[in-house]
């Protein structure tokens, strides 16, 4: 198949990153894909909110039933049974970890990035603010990548705009991108499931409000500067 050089496909979930990664895309490709995942996760609302705005968006969008991911472990983002880590417990992951979930989301991107003939696969994954999750660390992605290639005899590129930014130089990507109040309001980070500013207890809705509130308290002293 004759792969389209013009064209990129994101792994989509309709949260902070994933989105500004899809708005980084479209000012970087022609033509631009989101692929989004339900996989038994409480806040599956987010799956909704992502279709909403791919549509917005004007990009191809699709959403994939991979349940069985969240029965291959213990987790409390598909468990309801487990009470959600509100900090990340001494020398072990959190319990929000899902073992393999970035391992199967981009293998299945890549099956479904070939069979539209797209190379590029772009993700919201950060080796800054990984929270402990080793399936986000660039070391991960690099070594993904050659074995993508290698098991499709295909030349994949996966771009990971946010590898070595953190919370509030993300929430800057999105100003300069034009779509900060949309993140801000139309997205779900939330692991509770709540819209927008979110729960305010999660480990999730945690990162983003400092890293919302570090990015607007330097946007208001340069503001300052100059005025």
């Known amino acids: 198949m004759t792969m389209n050089?013009?064209?990129?496909?994101?792994?989509?979930?309709?949260?902070?990153?994933?989105?500004?990664?899809l708005f980084w895309a479209k000012k970087h490709f022609k033509e631009v894909y989101a692929l989004s995942f339900i996989y038994g996760q409480k806040h599956v609302k987010e799956v909704e909110l992502a279709r909403g705005i791919a549509e917005r968006a004007g990009v191809h969008f699709h959403a994939m039933d991979v349940s069985f991911i969240g029965h291959l472990g213990?987790?409390?983002?598909?468990?309801?049974?487990?009470?959600?880590?509100?900090?990340?417990p001494e020398g072990s992951f959190p319990n929000t970890f899902v073992p393999g979930r970035n391992l199967f989301f981009l293998s299945i991107a890549a099956v479904y990035a070939r069979e539209h003939g797209i190379s590029h696969l772009v993700t919201g994954v950060s080796q800054t603010d990984f929270s402990g999750y080793p399936d986000c660390r660039d070391s991960f992605i690099k070594s993904l990548n050659v074995t993508l290639n290698l098991a499709m005899d295909?030349?994949?590129?996966?771009?990971?705009?946010?590898?070595?930014?953190?919370?509030?130089?993300?929430?800057?990507?999105?100003?300069e991108l034009g779509v900060l109040d949309l993140i801000?309001?139309?997205?779900?980070?939330c692991y509770n499931g709540v819209q927008g500013d979110g729960c305010g207890h999660c480990p999730a809705c945690k990162l983003r409000r400092?890293?919302?509130?570090?990015?607007?308290?330097?946007?208001?002293?340069?503001?300052?500067?100059?005025y």
């Open 5 to 21: 050089k013009e064209a990129a496909l994101v792994v989509f979930s309709g949260g902070q990153d994933s989105t500004t990664c």
């Open 74 to 88: 213990k987790n409390s983002l598909t468990d309801t049974s487990i009470v959600m880590d509100e900090e990340k």
């Open 184 to 189: 801000r309001n139309e997205t779900l980070t």
């Open 210 to 226: 400092e890293g919302l509130e570090k990015y607007l308290s330097s946007k208001n002293k340069l503001s300052a500067f100059y």
């Open 154 to 175: 295909e030349q994949f590129v996966i771009h990971t705009p946010l590898m070595w930014i953190d919370k509030a130089q993300t929430w800057a990507l999105a100003d």
